[in-house]
């Protein structure tokens, strides 16, 4: 199985506990990017890597349009019906990979993307496209799991990350983001940083994390250095907190 249909085998299964994920449907980012697309007059808006819908449901509001636009077939049904039920009748969805946009250049005012990078299999390209289909002074926003800046720290959230869900990549330290946006053409900086606290049993049952993944994931926290313990603050249950980031781009 090639990693673009794992993603979408992954995400296709598990879109109904996404979109009620409290994780997911709630934050202080959410409400960012809806505030910053409202400030735009006829703000026509991609949803890149959309998953459940709640970037597009946050923005659609102050928004002309939102294209929400995601690899997992059934994610976009969600998105769909959810849509419907909240009267957003200005979302419409697409399905395809991040790194290839079927929209014309210059079509788009802002590019969203919320929890989705870390399974893109080429963010070079991604970023690419994202700057083809973005108007001239158009501008994007990207929130997602932060990489640990030291390599032992790195090492464990990416390891626990591939275990929990066989479809992550990788979790970018802020400095990485900063290159690969500037290496497609854009100015880019850290907008913002926090602490994501999970709660352990949701987390894995979100993803249907295998039982023998889920064994080794606890096996992974019990047996981390102290430090590692300390940073990601791990409770008795598996329970810890991950960086998140929002990078701004232009």
């Not at 409202?38 to 709640?54: E, M």
């Not at 079509?107 to 001239?136: C, I, N, Q, T, Y």
Request: aromatic share 8%; net charge negative.
């Amino acid at each position: 199985m090639k990693h673009h249909d794992q993603v979408a085998d992954a995400f296709g299964t598990t879109a109904a506990a996404y979109l009620t994920s409290a994780v997911h449907a709630t934050g202080a980012d959410l409400q960012e990017l809806a505030r910053q697309v409202a400030a735009t007059p006829g703000a026509v808006v991609l949803d890149l890597g959309c998953g459940a819908g709640h970037v597009s449901f946050a923005v659609a509001p102050g928004a002309q349009s939102v294209v929400a636009y995601d690899i997992a077939e059934p994610m976009l049904a969600t998105v769909a019906g959810a849509a419907r039920e909240r009267g957003l009748d200005n979302i419409r969805t697409q399905q395809g990979p991040a790194e290839k946009l079927p929209f014309a250049d210059a079509s788009f005012d802002w590019v969203l993307s919320r929890m989705s990078a870390h399974h893109w299999h080429g963010v070079p390209a991604a970023l690419a496209e994202v700057r083809r289909v973005l108007k001239p002074g158009g501008r994007v926003l990207f929130v997602d799991i932060a990489g640990a800046d030291h390599p032992l720290l790195d090492t464990h959230i990416q390891a626990i990350e591939l275990l929990r869900d066989g479809s992550h990549i990788r979790d970018y330290r802020a400095d990485e983001w900063i290159a690969l946006f500037e290496g497609a053409g854009f100015q880019a900086k850290v907008k913002s940083r926090w602490r994501l606290p999970l709660e352990f049993d949701a987390w894995v049952k979100r993803m249907r994390t295998p039982p023998e993944r889920v064994v080794a994931i606890k096996s992974m926290w019990n047996n981390a250095p102290d430090e590692v313990r300390q940073y990601f603050a791990v409770q008795e249950d598996g329970s810890f907190e991950l960086d998140a980031l929002m990078i701004e781009a232009s």
